[in-house]
């Protein structure tokens, strides 16, 4: 009997050490499932500040697109204000020449006041940036030169060189809004 005292003490034991390890065991898990858990909401947070951040972000860039698409069609609405504020003047000019020379029988007069109504506008228009560009008795350049017609050169110093000029070239600034239209020898 002591035999089977001795087993059942030895089986209540393994189930002791048994239980104790299956507490200990479950102490841990409850342990890593409140750490896991504690994690995980710690997870969700920074998902969800990076998520706000995002839609901010988000935000800010779609104010700032289409405030540049405001700014530009502005921009292109307004952008003849500048040369117009300068034409106006010239116009009220001409209109003021036009009533004065219904009555004028003086020629000289009449011819004075267009030449210095031309000197007015083509100041304004120089002012803003805008200038013509000397093409005769030049070397023929296709940068800036449109060559409309060939005719037979008298010496040789004026081959490939520009005899006439049809309509002015004109530059703004650096770049070319009208080419010169020219006649060249050949």
């Known amino acids: 009997m002591e035999n089977e005292s001795n087993s059942t003490e030895t089986n209540q ?3 002791d050490n048994k239980s104790t390890a299956a507490d200990n065991n479950a102490e841990s898990e409850i342990k890593k499932s ?11 947070n920074k998902i969800n500040e990076l998520n706000d951040k995002y839609l901010r972000l988000y ?19 307004s ?9 106006i003047p010239v116009i009220d000019d001409f209109e003021r020449a036009i009533k004065a020379n219904e009555s004028s029988e ?3 007069a009449i ?12 100041s ?8 013509a560009f000397e093409t005769i008795g030049q070397s023929f350049d296709s940068e800036v030169m449109e060559a409309i017609t060939h005719i ?6 004026q081959k490939n060189k520009v005899i006439d000029e049809i309509e002015k070239g004109y530059k703004l600034g650096d770049k070319v809004i009208r080419f010169a239209k020219v006649v060249i020898a050949q």
Do not use: C, H, M
């Not at 952008?79 to 034409?87: H, N, Q, R, S």
């Not at 011819?111 to 083509?122: H, P, R």
């Open 59 to 77: 935000s800010e860039f779609d104010n700032y697109r289409k405030r540049t698409i405001k700014e530009k069609s502005d921009l292109i609405k």
């Open 34 to 44: 409140e750490g896991s858990e504690e994690s995980a909401v710690n997870y969700e």
């Open 111 to 122: 011819k004075e006041g267009i030449q210095l109504i031309y000197s007015k506008f083509k």
């Open 152 to 157: 037979p050169a008298a010496d040789e110093s």
């Open 79 to 87: 952008a003849g204000e500048d040369v117009f504020k300068i034409i």
């Open 106 to 108: 003086d020629l000289a």
């Open 13 to 15: 034991s393994l189930d």
């Open 124 to 131: 304004s228009v120089q002012a803003k940036g805008l200038t």
